[in-house]
């Protein structure tokens, strides 16, 4: 693709994705009891303006795997339309949703566009949520909240996603301070979830250390560790699927390390919380247990069924009478309502859609991530990012910072 350096349309079509999925994260439209997001709107346009202009095509293989998905997807809808099951009703639109979003990683760039600055300018927009998550936390304390839209501006209500996330996010109950979300995210948990993988791409993929420091403050702001326990699933993985890496997790985990002790030092209360989310795995009111815990409890209302062979129909795990509140992760959403089948369809087609050797951690965690994040399967922003920098991107060779005194692409260019 080097053929298509400093196209600016190709650049244009970056920007716009990051700007979808991050800066405009929480805005959407409400379409009956749904919410059909901004950032897969403009992410949709832009791959339709790829299209047209010959800086994309069809990706074949890709694209059958998703038909095979959608297949068994009919079949499971066919069966609960005609077997009933009075625990759990249906909804064709879920199915659609699901078809609609993922049909976006069925498109790649061709050699006319310019993917070489694609991490460089992710990366600048995170910094610029890091910059604004701790400026957040630290203006509260002058009383300056800036942590929720619709509490800012009451007339956004109609158009975010905020009432159906966690838009207060209060340190601790009964607490009056709040967690950085980064201004732009709807959570802190999604902030603690990118700041981690801007630091892999810039570690792994750009070999830039400049930000870390960066990082780590805006993360122990977060007062999250989804990112951290995502991080600790990717490493190990990554060393099985490649080898080539295992010096490189070696000097990373030491190096982080090295920074946590530094943060623990600087600030150890942050540092003290995050480390105690551990423990809510065991108290069932938690975000922690209904995340990690609660979706073995839904699995095993139906283990050993017939049916989980097919699945229960669209939308049929948050309608179930089964289903408990926050339990809705990636796979357990894809075995309930589509079933052994189609999850391991799904799955097939989304390791196929995403996978690249030469970036294999973000790939890795962006896998991982589509698990633990929690609800992550019909979460536009996060789809937007990952097929952005795992299909829209160059090798990580021509990713990193050229030589020294170069300057990253940023928010500005």
């Not at 095509?57 to 998703?66: D, E, F, G, M, Q």
């Not at 009111?285 to 097919?310: D, H, K, M, W």
């Not at 989304?350 to 991982?368: E, K, M, T």
């Amino acid at each position: 693709m080097t053929d298509a350096r400093g196209d600016r349309l190709s650049r244009l079509m970056i920007h716009a994705a990051f700007i979808g999925a991050i800066v405009l994260q929480r805005f959407c439209v409400y379409v009956g009891a749904g919410a059909f997001y901004v950032a897969q709107m403009i992410f949709m346009a832009a791959i339709a303006a790829m299209l047209l202009t010959g800086r994309a095509t069809l990706r074949p293989a890709v694209s059958l795997l998703l038909v095979g998905f959608a297949a068994l997807a009919l079949v499971s809808t066919l069966v609960a339309v005609n077997v009933a099951d009075q625990r759990i009703t249906i909804s064709i639109g879920s199915m659609v949703i699901v078809l609609l979003l993922y049909a976006l990683l069925v498109v790649r760039p061709t050699a006319r566009f310019d993917a070489t600055r694609t991490f460089a300018i992710f990366v600048g927009y995170i910094r610029l949520t890091a910059v604004l998550g701790i400026a957040q936390y630290l203006l509260q304390f002058v009383g300056i909240r800036t942590f929720s839209f619709m509490a800012m501006v009451p007339a956004l209500r109609a158009v975010v996603v905020e009432p159906m996330f966690n838009h207060e996010p209060w340190i601790a109950y009964g607490s009056n301070i709040m967690r950085a979300n980064g201004f732009f995210l709807i959570e802190p948990s999604v902030f603690s979830q990118l700041l981690v993988l801007a630091l892999i791409v810039d570690i792994f993929v750009r070999r830039q250390w400049w930000f870390v420091p960066l990082y780590v403050v805006a993360h122990l702001l977060s007062y999250s560790g989804t990112g951290l326990l995502a991080l600790a699933v990717t490493l190990p993985i990554l060393a099985l699927v490649d080898s080539r890496s295992t010096g490189r997790i070696m000097a990373f985990v030491a190096g982080l390390v090295v920074v946590g002790v530094i943060g623990a030092i600087a600030l150890p209360d942050q540092f003290a919380a995050i480390a105690g989310r551990a423990d809510e795995l065991r108290y069932s009111g938690s975000s922690g247990y209904a995340r990690y815990v609660a979706p073995f409890q839904v699995i095993g209302a139906v283990l050993g069924e017939t049916r989980t062979l097919v699945g229960y129909g669209p939308g049929a795990m948050e309608r179930a009478s089964f289903f408990i509140a926050g339990s809705g992760s990636a796979l357990t959403k894809l075995f309930i309502d589509y079933g052994l089948f189609g999850l391991t369809a799904f799955v097939t087609f989304l390791v196929a859609a995403v996978w690249r050797r030469d970036i294999a951690i973000v790939c890795v965690y962006g896998l991982v991530n589509f698990q633990l994040g929690g609800g992550f399967l019909l979460f536009p922003p996060f789809v937007v990012i990952m097929a952005t920098l795992c299909i829209w991107s160059t090798g990580a060779e021509d990713a990193r910072v050229e030589k020294a005194g170069s300057e990253p692409e940023g928010v500005a260019a």
